[in-house]
C-alpha cells in the first residue's frame, strides 16, 4: 500500500507542484517588470533632444500661475455671475456656456486620457502579458463609468431621503405653527359693527405669536350667525417633494461626483507635467491645461452653483478643484529627481490613473450634463436654444479634441 502511495505522489503530486511552481514563478517575473522604476531606453532617448531643466523649470512655473488663474475664473464665475441677470444658472447664455464645456468635458475624456491610458498599458517597455493581451485601458474606464452610476444612484437615494426626512420635520413644525391660528365664532351684531380682529363676515382670525407669517388672501361665505368658512391662499407655495427639491438632489451629487472625476485626472496631469524636463512636453501642455482647466471650472461651477450650498462649502468646493493641477504640478517638480515617467511602474500607474478618469468624466459628461441639459423641456420648446446649444456642445468638443495635436 505504501508502494502505491508512494507512486501516486511521485507521478502527480511533484508534477503539480513543478507547475504550480512554474506558474507562481511567471506572475513574480511579470509583476516584477511591471513595477521596475528603471526607464525605457526608446522613450529616453526620444526625449533627450528637448531636455532643458532650467527653461522646463521656468515654464512649470508659469504653468502653475496660469493654470491656478483659469481654474479660478472658470469655477469662479458661475458662482459670482449668479447675482447678475445675465449670467444666473437659468440664463440661455448660461445654459450655452455649459453646454460647451460639457463638450469639453467629453473630449477630454474619450480624446485625451483614454487614448493616454491605452498608450501607457500597451506600451512595449510592459511586459507582453498580461498587459499587451488584455485591453486592460477600455475595461478599467468602463468598470470605472458602472461604478460612478452606482456612487451616483447611492448618492441620489441617501440625499432623497435625507431631503424627505427634513421634509417631514418642516411638515410637523409648520402643521404646529398653523395650530396657532385659529377661527372662533361671535354673537350676531348690529350691521357694520365689529369687533377687534374681526374680519368680514363675522370671524375672528387669532394669529398666534410664532404663526406662519405670510400674505394671505381670504375668502368667506356671507352667513349670518354661523362659523364662517376661512380659506387661506398664499402668495407662495411650499412643494414638498416636489420637482425643485428632486433637481436640487441631483445638482447636489452631480457637483461632488463630478468633482472627483476631474480632481482625480487633474492631479495626475499636474504629476505629468510637473517631472517632465521636456521644454517641448510642457509649452503646448501650458495651453491646453489653461483651456481645459476654464471649461471645467465653469462646468463645475455652474453645477455647485445650481446645488445651491452654502457660501463655505461652495468656496471650499471651487478652491478645491482650482488648486488640484497646480499642486500635481507641485509635487511633480518635487519627485522629478526620482521620479522616471517612462518607467514600468509609472506607466502602468499612469495609464490605470487614465482609465478610471476617462470612464468618471464620460459618464459625467453624457448622463449628468449632456443628456440632462438636452433631454429637457427647456430645450425642447426653445428651437432657437436648441441649436445654440448644440453648435457649442460640438465646438467645445471639437476644440478640446483639436488640442490633441500639440498635448
Known amino acids: 500500500m505504501s508502494f502505491i502511495e508512494d507512486l501516486v505522489r511521485f507521478f502527480f503530486m511533484d508534477h503539480i507542484r513543478q507547475k504550480t511552481g512554474s506558474f507562481s514563478d511567471t506572475i513574480m517575473l511579470k509583476l516584477s517588470q511591471s513595477i521596475s522604476s528603471t526607464a525605457c531606453g526608446s522613450a529616453v532617448d526620444e526625449m533627450e533632444g528637448c531636455r532643458d531643466n532650467s527653461a522646463a523649470l521656468t515654464l512649470k512655473i ?234 471645467e471650472g465653469f462646468a463645475l461651477g455652474g453645477c455647485i452653483s445650481q446645488a445651491q450650498f452654502s457660501s463655505m462649502r461652495s468656496t471650499a468646493m471651487a478652491t478645491f478643484f482650482a488648486i488640484t493641477t497646480p499642486l500635481g504640478i507641485g509635487i511633480g517638480i518635487g519627485a522629478a529627481s526620482s521620479y522616471d515617467p517612462h518607467s514600468p511602474r509609472a506607466l502602468v500607474v499612469e495609464g490605470i490613473l487614465d482609465s478610471i478618469s476617462a470612464g468618471i468624466l464620460v459618464y459625467m459628461a453624457l448622463v449628468d450634463l449632456i443628456a440632462a441639459d438636452f433631454l429637457s423641456k427647456r430645450l425642447s420648446c426653445n428651437t432657437r436654444l436648441q441649436v445654440v446649444s448644440y453648435l457649442a456642445l460640438f465646438l467645445g468638443a471639437g476644440l478640446m479634441s483639436l488640442l490633441a495635436i500639440w498635448a
Not at 87 to 104: E, M, P
Not at 150 to 177: A, C, M, P, R
Not at 210 to 222: G, K, N
Request: proline share 4%; net charge negative.
Open 62 to 295: 508659469v504653468a502653475i500661475s496660469t493654470i491656478l488663474i483659469a481654474g479660478v475664473c472658470g469655477v469662479g464665475i458661475p458662482l459670482v455671475g449668479k447675482k447678475h441677470r445675465f449670467l444666473r444658472t437659468d440664463s440661455n447664455l448660461f445654459f450655452t456656456a455649459k453646454a460647451f464645456a460639457a463638450g469639453v468635458i467629453l473630449a477630454t475624456g474619450f480624446v485625451h486620457m483614454l487614448p493616454g491610458a491605452t498608450s501607457s498599458l500597451t506600451n512595449p517597455c510592459l511586459p507582453k502579458s498580461p498587459w499587451l493581451k488584455f485591453p486592460f485601458a477600455g475595461f478599467i474606464a468602463m468598470m470605472a463609468a458602472l461604478s460612478t452610476l452606482v456612487v451616483d444612484f447611492v448618492g441620489t437615494q441617501y440625499y432623497e431621503k435625507k431631503q424627505e426626512k427634513q421634509n417631514q420635520k418642516d411638515q410637523t413644525d409648520s402643521g404646529d405653527l398653523v395650530s396657532e391660528s385659529a377661527i372662533v365664532p361671535v354673537e350676531p351684531k348690529p350691521r357694520n359693527e365689529k369687533l377687534f380682529g374681526e374680519e368680514e363676515g363675522g370671524a375672528i382670525h387669532i394669529v398666534g405669536m410664532h404663526a406662519h407669517a405670510a400674505h394671505h388672501r381670504h375668502s368667506h361665505s356671507h352667513e349670518q350667525g354661523d362659523v364662517r368658512e376661512h380659506s387661506h391662499g398664499h402668495s407662495h407655495s411650499h412643494s414638498f417633494g416636489g420637482g425643485d427639491e428632486e433637481g436640487g438632489v441631483r445638482h447636489i451629487v452631480v457637483s461632488q461626483v463630478l468633482e472627483l472625476g476631474i480632481v482625480s485626472h487633474s492631479i495626475i496631469i499636474g504629476v505629468s507635467l510637473g517631472v517632465s524636463e521636456s521644454s517641448c512636453t510642457i509649452r503646448p501642455l501650458l495651453v491646453a491645461l489653461s483651456f481645459h482647466q476654464f471649461f
